[in-house]
């Protein structure tokens, strides 16, 4: 198959799990022989050291994102942005010549590439990881200009003026989506203007192999009350709940490993600070995934907001570290409390303390959650999740050459 990915951020330059799912895939089709092209933004993280693309990578398009933010420009840059991402998806596809697009975040991005794409008649996968279709006209101020039936006029003779598409078709009538869980397909059937009626669920997986790798550091033989955090420095993943419990548990130690976010690393410093536990908090660098893991008596994953799914726990699991997590959103449909995890109430510092305390007090315990952990994580491999994207990006091919195409 020739498959064009269409994304706005792409690993190494990425924010999370969504990319980095993006670019597993991606990378492990191309190994089993499939043509792929990646066509991404341009942005660039200046901590990333740049390596060799296992795959050929355009970074070339253009966000609705500065400084952080979302960013809308006056009418005249929005034109410039869509003239310049429509001349780079036309390359794209004349380059290339794909059988399938697969689309992945679409947030910041121009939402009207959909339209070109569905325009020649080639068939589009979506791989919907978060509520994107949710937000994603507030942050694409083209396509929302030119929504409805009036502006819809007034798009049309703005087209046919300067030749760039203005409006956007049903995203749900131009393509399949396969969500990333069936709390995130539920949440976007709800609060978006789409609603996706013959979607499917592909779990997203962990690179268990990788895992694997970092297996030369030894196992807890004793609980030394060493707790870490993996994610970003986002308020929504319950970081400020983590720091709050600190003082509830006198003889812990905390690192946070994560990105992003500088202002809310900040935040949680002072925080640590004025609760007197500053010494007791650390941070290291989001990389090594495993090592990190393997060095903590536990894993916390304090997500409050509808997490769409959370790679973290898996991992953990993996490296035979026991989880607390809130079980939110999509996390919750593989957090099984006393099972694999213990679960605690979002927001509540004093309950994900009593947590931590009950997996110190009880050995038993945490071998049980490690025996259900490892059985959890041994189901959702990533190798599973491209098993899915492949056979999807086969049945869409199929579909158009029965019909035709």
Not at 13 to 20: A, P, Q, V
Not at 69 to 94: C, F, K, T, V
Not at 173 to 179: L, P, R, T, V, Y
Request: charged content about 25%.
């Amino acid at each position: 198959m020739r498959i064009l990915t269409l994304t706005n951020w792409y690993p190494p330059h990425h924010r999370g799990g969504y990319e980095w799912t993006c670019g597993q895939v991606m990378t492990r089709l191309a190994e089993r022989g499939h043509d792929v092209l990646v066509l991404c933004s341009d942005e660039r993280f200046a901590d990333v050291v740049e390596t060799p693309e296992p795959l050929p990578v355009r970074r070339e398009l253009r966000m609705y994102w500065k400084d952080e933010r979302p960013w809308r420009p006056g009418i005249r840059g929005q034109l410039e942005i869509e003239r310049h991402n429509q001349a780079a998806l036309e390359r794209a596809l004349d380059d290339h010549q794909p059988d399938v697009v697969s689309a992945w975040h679409m947030a910041a991005f121009s939402l009207n590439l959909l339209t070109t794409i569905h325009r020649r008649g080639i068939p589009i996968s979506y791989a919907i990881c978060d509520v994107w279709p949710s937000y994603t006209l507030t942050m694409d101020p083209w396509a929302k200009r030119f929504r409805g039936r009036l502006r819809g006029i007034v798009g049309n003779a703005v087209e046919r003026r300067y030749g760039v598409p203005s409006v956007l078709p049903e995203i749900d009538e131009m393509g399949f989506a396969s969500f990333l869980s069936k709390s995130t397909r539920d949440d976007v059937r709800v609060n978006s203007p789409w609603r996706f009626p013959n979607a499917d669920v592909i779990y997203p997986g962990i690179d268990r192999a990788s895992l694997a790798a970092t297996g030369n550091i030894p196992p807890r033989t004793a609980w030394e009350w060493e707790l870490a955090y993996l994610g970003r420095f986002d308020a929504r993943k319950g970081t400020e709940t983590l720091v709050r419990a600190l003082p509830l548990l006198p003889k812990a130690s905390l690192v946070m490993y994560g990105r992003d976010g500088d202002e809310e690393r900040q935040r949680l410093v002072a925080l640590a600070e004025s609760l007197g536990v500053a010494d007791r908090l650390s941070f290291g660098p989001f990389g090594k995934v495993g090592e990190a893991c393997r060095r903590a008596d536990c894993v916390i994953f304090p997500s409050e907001w509808p997490e769409p799914f959370g790679l973290i726990p898996l991992e953990s699991m993996e490296c035979d570290t026991p989880v607390v997590a809130t079980g939110t959103g999509g996390s919750g449909e593989f957090l099984v409390d006393g099972e694999n995890c213990l679960l605690m109430a979002p927001g509540d510092p004093a309950s994900l303390a009593a947590a931590v305390e009950r997996l110190a007090a009880d050995p038993a315990l945490r071998d049980r959650l490690r025996v259900g952990g490892r059985k959890t994580a041994a189901e959702f491999d990533i190798v599973r999740t491209v098993d899915g994207y492949e056979h999807r990006f086969e049945s869409l091919i199929e579909d158009r050459i029965r019909a035709g195409g």
